[in-house]
């Protein structure tokens, strides 16, 4: 992402230079002066990288037996000019900046008509890059969407879209996808006096930001409620109440794919270069950029979620006389399949998958707040706990299904209390149970309205 930097620099530091010392004091060689002083910086990251806005404090390390000499930092060549962020006493430089990017952090020496010089380049990441999405739909019919956004550390931002923007999402946002570095809402509808400060139905912004791109909404007029979405390439493949749209979102032609209807109201999958949706026991494949279907797959049962396995292959859930997972290669279309024997695999009335996965082992509440692992390698169900043995307030129901994170398996269950005004009163309860003993990771309250589903930004890497 080349993104303008917005540097932030400071005054430089001059001090004494720390003389290195001998153990033993019949070594001559103490007496020597060292012809090239060591410089470097401590404490830089192994990675090399910072969050957008965090703080990385760094230490000059100069060894020189020579005699007193100066030193300076420097961020892109340009000399630090903030005592702000230079501390004089402790030989440190606070690095920080607002703006996502590559920069180069580089420490000068000055001795004796001598300079050297030591630098490492670091890259900004943004600080929406990895984290956790929560989607709220706002009010039905009539609510503004919301984003919440959760930091690999707990800290929750309410609100995220419209802190960074000013401006609101459209009304019940119900789905969002990543893919290039771009983060895509779509919404069902736009408030009845026109777009005023909010986005139109299918809203773009930087994924690592959320500043924002572009909005669609003339262009998407033909579509009724649409609902769930994915992009791939140059195209946004858009589900809505009569099937599934491809819409280019650079010549903004919009097209019906063939053999798409009555695709249900739920997550697509992306593997690879082929998009998966359903209807009933059908699985349907759209190769990306086509306009009608590649293949379709008739399951045994119902189907009631998608989710793209850790290998890059689809899970797939049914329900019926005996819950299935099922692991499809999408390059040959071969399938293993594993009974679930404890729980069930209803996605219920929600618009989400049925379940989540952290690599072989998947999760799932049967639409209810109990919760249920299957572990696909060994073939075991098992009930893991009841979400009131964790959290006592506000778990009348839960809205839409439970999400996991597929790199720590944390589990995130949004309840609410219920409809009318009670669904202000609710909870995120994000739990872990990959250890011997379950925890509560954080409970956040009342922060949700009518929550869409959870996003994990790991999921789309």
Request: some cysteine; charged content about 20%; glycine content about 10%.
């Amino acid at each position: 992402m080349n993104l303008k930097r917005k540097l932030v620099l400071g005054l430089s530091l001059v001090g004494l230079i720390g003389l290195a010392s001998c153990s033993r004091s019949n070594d001559d060689s103490c007496f020597l002066p060292q012809a090239n002083p060591e410089v470097g910086i401590v404490n830089f990251p192994e990675n090399a990288e910072l969050v957008q806005n965090g703080e990385l404090v760094l230490k000059a390390s100069i060894k020189d037996v020579t005699g007193s000499g100066s030193y300076y930092w420097l961020v892109d060549g340009q000399r630090v000019e903030d005592d702000k962020l230079v501390n004089e006493k402790d030989s440190t430089f606070t690095f920080r900046q607002e703006e996502p990017g590559d920069y180069e952090i580089a420490l000068i020496y000055e001795n004796a008509g001598r300079t050297q010089k030591f630098s490492q380049s670091i890259h900004v990441f943004g600080q929406f890059r990895d984290g956790t999405f929560v989607l709220n739909e706002g009010a039905f019919g009539h609510g503004n969407g919301t984003l919440i956004f959760i930091s690999p550390e707990g800290k929750l931002m309410a609100d995220a879209y419209k802190s960074i923007n000013g401006r609101e999402l459209g009304i019940n946002t119900q789905d969002l996808f990543i893919a290039d570095s771009k983060i895509y809402f779509i919404s069902q509808a736009i408030p009845a006096e026109g777009l005023g400060n909010s986005e139109g139905l299918l809203a773009v912004a930087h994924a690592e930001t959320l500043q924002r791109i572009a909005s669609y909404n003339e262009e998407l007029e033909d579509l009724s409620n649409p609902t769930h979405l994915v992009v791939v390439g140059d195209f946004a493949y858009i589900r809505d109440g009569k099937g599934i749209y491809r819409f280019n979102l650079v010549s903004k032609e919009l097209d019906f794919v063939e053999g798409t209807e009555k695709a249900v109201k739920n997550r697509m999958a992306l593997v690879g270069n082929k998009i998966f949706s359903w209807s009933a026991n059908k699985l349907m494949v759209i190769e990306a950029g086509a306009t009608k279907l590649a293949k379709v797959i008739e399951m045994d049962q119902k189907i009631s979620g998608l989710v793209k396995s850790a290998d890059n292959q689809l899970w797939i859930s049914t329900k019926g006389a005996e819950a299935t997972i099922i692991k499809l290669n999408p390059k040959d279309y071969s399938m293993q399949k594993s009974v679930v024997t404890v729980g069930g695999l209803s996605e219920g009335w929600g618009a989400t998958p049925a379940f989540g996965a952290v690599g072989e082992v998947l999760y799932f509440t049967n639409n209810t707040t109990t919760i249920y692992r299957h572990n696909f390698s060994t073939a075991v169900s098992e009930e893991v706990a009841k979400l009131s043995d964790y959290v006592t307030e506000n778990i009348s129901m839960t809205y839409n299904n439970l999400g996991v994170d597929p790199q720590n398996g944390n589990i995130y269950i949004n309840t609410i209390q219920g409809f009318g005004e009670a669904y202000k009163q609710n909870n995120i309860s994000v739990l872990n149970f990959e250890g011997e003993k379950g925890v509560l990771v954080e409970n956040y309250k009342d922060q949700t309205a009518f929550p869409a589903g959870v996003f994990f930004t790991a999921s789309f890497k």
